[in-house]
């Protein structure tokens, strides 16, 4: 009878291919394990890092930084006691860090110019006076030249202000690094109009 049985030396070589193979094995487990847990220390990096550069936006947001200055744009077209109210209440609460500029769009009321021009004598906001009406967007146009280099804010002249609005606009702007625009809510401002939908709400406490 023959014996088809292996040598010694055939079984070692095969254990030693079999140790190898599991060698291998191990091996490609371990790099993929490396390889996750440098996915996950980059992930945790960026993390970091996104919560720096937002900790770091925020605290010059609070410091009044003078690279965020805003200068708050309002357009005037008529309306003498909307456009009082509104000039008033933005000037009672404006920040340090904010600056008011009011154009007068031509404005068909000859009271309303008068106010303003004898208004802006006592100082509180910059005022300019287009010599024809050029419409809403070409009157903020003329606004934003003033200043390229500053963060803007549009306030209508029927709108009134009141306590920090403006300092929560701007940490919002600055809470996240895209953020190019901020449009708040208001008790009457068509589609920004809270809780209602394009409806004239009853204000309410905070």
């Given at each position: 009878?023959?014996?088809?049985?292996?040598?010694?030396?055939?079984?070692?070589?095969?254990?030693?291919?079999?140790?190898?193979?599991?060698?291998?094995?191990?091996?490609?487990?371990?790099?993929?394990?490396?390889?996750?847990?440098?996915?996950?220390?980059?992930?945790?990096?960026?993390?970091?890092?996104?919560?720096?550069?937002?900790?770091?936006?925020?605290?010059?947001?609070?410091?009044?930084?003078?690279?965020?200055?805003?200068?708050?744009?309002?357009?005037?077209?008529?309306?003498?006691?909307?456009?009082?109210?509104?000039?008033?209440?933005?000037?009672?609460?404006?920040?340090?860090?904010?600056?008011?500029?009011?154009?007068?769009?031509?404005?068909?009321?000859?009271?309303?110019?008068?106010?303003?021009?004898?208004?802006?004598?006592?100082?509180?906001?910059?005022?300019?006076?287009?010599?024809?009406?050029?419409?809403?967007?070409?009157?903020?146009?003329?606004?934003?030249?003033?200043?390229?280099?500053?963060?803007?804010?549009?306030?209508?002249?029927?709108?009134e202000v009141a306590n920090d609005w403006l300092e929560?606009?701007?940490?919002?702007?600055?809470?996240?690094?895209?953020?190019?625009?901020?449009?708040?809510?208001?008790?009457?401002?068509?589609?920004?109009?809270?809780?209602?939908?394009?409806?004239?709400?009853?204000?309410?406490?905070?």
């Open positions: 009878m023959r014996n088809f049985g292996m040598g010694d030396e055939a079984s070692s070589i095969i254990e030693n291919g079999i140790s190898e193979r599991s060698s291998e094995k191990e091996s490609s487990v371990m790099r993929e394990k490396v390889q996750q847990l440098s996915a996950d220390l980059a992930g945790k990096n960026n993390y970091i890092s996104e919560l720096e550069e937002k900790i770091n936006m925020l605290e010059k947001v609070l410091e009044g930084n003078s690279e965020h200055i805003v200068d708050v744009i309002v357009p005037v077209y008529a309306g003498l006691q909307e456009t009082q109210e509104c000039i008033e209440s933005a000037l009672s609460t404006l920040p340090h860090w904010a600056d008011l500029v009011v154009i007068n769009d031509a404005s068909p009321e000859p009271e309303l110019t008068q106010w303003l021009r004898e208004r802006s004598k006592t100082g509180g906001f910059t005022l300019l006076e287009n010599k024809e009406n050029l419409g809403f967007v070409a009157t903020v146009n003329r606004g934003m030249k003033l200043n390229p280099e500053r963060d803007i804010l549009l306030l209508n002249s029927d709108v929560r606009i701007r940490e919002a702007a600055y809470s996240r690094p895209r953020v190019g625009s901020i449009t708040p809510f208001s008790n009457n401002a068509t589609i920004c109009s809270f809780p209602r939908f394009c409806e004239d709400n009853e204000l309410f406490m905070e």
